[in-house]
């Protein structure tokens, strides 16, 4: 049974007020979702990747917990934090993999919703890691549609509700962060890759 946004929104608002234990029936309630979401970025990763999606879960939710400032008004919040928690263990994975070992083609990554990209996706994940960091220098909000669609699987109208935006705002901020981050990561491309 998929739980209620009421539901989950009063989880949210436990946590908020310091409830630890709210975090743990969060948890209970949302882990399908979060499964769910971290197959999907783990679907993506290279063959014989050492982080399974439940493990990629159990991670989240250690990081989660460690969370001192929580304030979340819907489930919309909690997931664009789950997504970056998330991203942040990959991104710190691959950062770890490429500092051990360096070198080799760049493969280029393709910025879609169906997350369609190449072998060395962890590369590029750095990559667009870096890239996302100076599109949140320049717009913090277009950095956080990224995040939320293209890492967390919201969809237009989560992102929207999560950064009270409305839908329209988030397409036209979706589309402007592709482009921008495309001409970025083609910076970053060798020649001839």
């Given at each position: 049974?998929?739980?209620?946004?009421?539901?989950?929104?009063?989880?949210?608002?436990?946590?908020?007020?310091?409830?630890?234990?709210a975090l743990d029936k969060i948890m209970s309630v949302v882990y399908q979702e979060l499964?769910?979401?971290?197959?999907?970025?783990?679907?993506?990763?290279?063959?014989?990747?050492?982080?399974?999606?439940?493990?990629?879960?159990?991670?989240?939710?250690?990081?989660?917990?460690?969370?001192?400032?929580?304030?979340?008004?819907?489930?919309?919040?909690?997931?664009?934090?789950?997504?970056?928690?998330?991203?942040?263990?990959?991104?710190?994975?691959?950062?770890?993999?490429?500092?051990?070992?360096?070198?080799?083609?760049?493969?280029?990554?393709?910025?879609?919703?169906?997350?369609?990209?190449?072998?060395?996706?962890s590369r590029d994940l750095v990559a667009l890691d870096d890239a996302l960091k100076v599109?949140?220098?320049?717009?913090?909000?277009?950095?956080?549609?990224?995040?939320?669609r293209f890492f967390g699987g919201l969809s237009v109208e989560e992102t929207a509700e999560?950064?009270?935006?409305?839908?329209?705002?988030?397409?036209?901020?979706?589309?402007?962060?592709?482009?921008?981050?495309?001409?970025?990561?083609?910076?970053?491309?060798?020649?001839?890759?």
């Open positions: 049974m998929k739980p209620s946004g009421l539901q989950v929104t009063q989880l949210l608002k436990a946590w908020s007020e310091g409830e630890p234990a499964h769910r979401m971290a197959r999907r970025y783990m679907a993506n990763e290279r063959p014989g990747h050492t982080l399974q999606a439940t493990a990629l879960v159990h991670e989240a939710y250690v990081r989660l917990v460690d969370q001192t400032q929580t304030s979340f008004e819907n489930r919309a919040q909690f997931f664009a934090l789950c997504a970056q928690v998330m991203r942040r263990i990959l991104v710190d994975l691959a950062r770890t993999r490429h500092a051990q070992k360096r070198g080799g083609d760049v493969a280029p990554l393709e910025l879609e919703e169906s997350l369609a990209v190449g072998k060395e996706r599109l949140a220098a320049q717009d913090e909000r277009k950095s956080r549609v990224v995040e939320m999560a950064l009270k935006i409305s839908p329209e705002t988030v397409m036209r901020d979706w589309k402007f962060a592709k482009s921008w981050l495309r001409r970025e990561l083609d910076k970053e491309t060798p020649h001839g890759a």
